[in-house]
């Protein structure tokens, strides 16, 4: 399901740029940090992440706005670009990504089904957000979205 060469296409892609990237998760509860740290030397260019799974802890980490999640929710593009910018800023990078969404197999409402995910890029000129609905288990899920992260920054980066 997954393709490991896409975290060393990243890695080789980072390091050439002289770029350094930190995360944002959610949903994804560190699997985007796990595939971008599996590439041996990505200290040169990963500096960390943030697992902010509550509102409080995308609050205080990130400095999502109280008003965005009461708003639009936590599984929202608002909230996914507050929680990049976040990052970004937290671990002072180049490039962040953060991913929001629901898992499931609960935790759907109408309009925010179980799958839905919403992904965002935050560099220092450009501000990317994409919306995913996944129809899988939630370990599928999970996987589909930090793939679909590394698949948006490699685009970026190019």
């Known amino acids: 399901m997954t393709d490991s060469s896409l975290a ?19 949903c994804t ?15 040169l260019y990963f500096t960390g992440g943030a697992i902010t799974y509550s ?3 995308k609050e205080r980490v990130l400095g999502v706005g ?3 999640l009461v708003l639009h929710g936590a599984v929202s593009e608002e909230t996914a670009r507050e929680m990049a910018r976040g990052a970004r800023r937290l671990f002072e990078t180049d490039i ?3 991913i929001t969404g629901i898992a499931g197999p609960d935790g759907g409402m109408p309009g925010k089904p179980v799958g839905l995910v919403y992904i965002a890029l935050a560099a220092s000129d450009t ?3 994409r919306r995913f609905v996944w129809s899988d288990e939630r370990r599928e ?10 698949r948006l920054l490699r685009d970026f980066l190019k």
């Not at 060393?8 to 959610?26: C, K």
């Not at 509860?29 to 200290?43: C, H, T, Y």
């Open 96 to 98: 962040s990504l953060a």
């Open 66 to 68: 109280h008003d965005t």
């Open 141 to 150: 899920n999970k996987a589909h979205s930090a793939e679909a992260a590394l």
């Open 8 to 26: 060393w296409e990243i890695g080789a892609a980072l390091s050439a740029q002289g770029l350094t990237l930190s995360v944002a998760e959610s």
């Open 127 to 129: 501000e990317l957000c």
């Open 29 to 43: 509860g560190g699997l985007l940090g796990d595939r971008i740290s599996d590439v041996p030397g990505s200290s």
């Open 55 to 57: 509102y409080k802890a």
